[in-house]
């Protein structure tokens, strides 16, 4: 009867949730130091991890390869764990424990933190990554947080109080940089940008982007897509440059329906009953 008893109140009691579960797990003893930093092996987390739930999985993201070959980007039709770009190398790892999945991304570094670039990868820097976005996303799943939160790391003494410094001469400003000047449609079809360390016409790398973008892919899957978005936030001459043939490029498209439009239709169109053929009209032959 008592057996009985304490069963119904076990079944009675509340189940903690994963990050609740893993978050009571002391991962202290098995912290080593590398390089100053603290850090928790991947073997040691995916082991505490599998102890409590046996039942955990993990896995390792993949993309389409893209490999540089002559200023270009080419596709190779194979899936690979990792994504190559021309900023450089990132994984994805994602692990399922009871049902919950967690994800974290983590760029492809050297031994000083550094991302690493295509010409200096191989496969033993990105299998380090996966390993360490692993413990990263086992974090987030609750193992182990406090060492990427820095709850562990001693306080940083006060600085003792010293009389304040004389005052300055003020610094005189510069002028306020001009507005850039406005480049015609020949000097935006001339314009070549750097373009993964190399000269390239904008037209060029605008119809690849085009091409592209008719396939489906977005900025995650193309390398050409994702280096013209990254332009169009970047203050420089080629970002300027980006945006101007941005522009131009959507009035072209704007004049190439409005000329379809008036195509398509057998008669000559009432424009005072259709002012939105007509404003197109306008805005094609002006």
């Known amino acids: 009867m008592t057996e009985k008893v304490k069963e119904k109140k076990e ?6 949730s994963v990050y609740a579960t893993l978050q009571k797990i002391d991962v202290k003893p098995y912290i080593k130091k590398k390089m100053g930093l603290d850090y928790l092996s991947w073997a040691t987390a995916w082991g505490l991890v599998k102890s409590h739930y046996p039942d955990a999985k993990k896995e390792f993201t993949e993309y389409p390869e893209y ?4 200023g270009e980007w080419i596709s190779t039709g194979r899936q690979v764990p990792y994504r190559l770009t021309p900023f450089g190398c990132e994984v994805e790892a994602t692990v399922t424990i009871n049902g ?3 994800s974290q991304n983590l760029y492809v570094m050297d031994n000083r933190g550094n991302s690493v670039k295509a010409q200096a990868l191989d496969m033993k820097l990105i299998n380090k990554a996966q390993q360490r976005c692993l413990v990263k996303a086992l974090a987030t799943a609750g193992l182990g947080l406090e060492i990427y939160a820095g709850e ?3 306080e940083e003494p006060q600085q003792k109080q010293t009389a304040p410094k004389p005052a300055q001469k003020p610094v005189r400003r510069q002028a306020t940089p001009s507005k850039p000047k406005k ?3 020949d000097q935006l079809y001339g314009y070549q940008a750097d373009y993964n360390g190399e000269k390239k016409f904008l037209v060029t790398i605008y119809t690849e982007c085009d091409k592209q ?4 892919l977005d900025a995650k899957k193309s390398v050409p897509i994702e280096w013209w ?4 936030k970047e203050n420089s001459a080629d970002g300027e440059a980006v945006r101007q043939f941005t522009e131009m490029a959507i009035e072209a498209n704007k004049k190439k329906e409005a000329k379809a439009k008036i195509k398509q239709s057998d008669k000559i169109p009432d424009y005072a009953k259709d002012p ?3 404003k197109l009209i306008e805005e094609s032959i002006s």
């Open 183 to 185: 480049m015609t449609k």
């Open 152 to 154: 562990d790391l001693p």
């Open 229 to 232: 978005h990254e332009k169009l």
């Open 276 to 278: 939105e053929v007509e």
């Open 213 to 216: 973008k008719k396939m489906g």
């Open 11 to 16: 079944e009675q009691k509340p189940k903690l």
């Open 100 to 102: 919950e999945k967690t």
């Open 67 to 70: 490999i540089p070959s002559k």
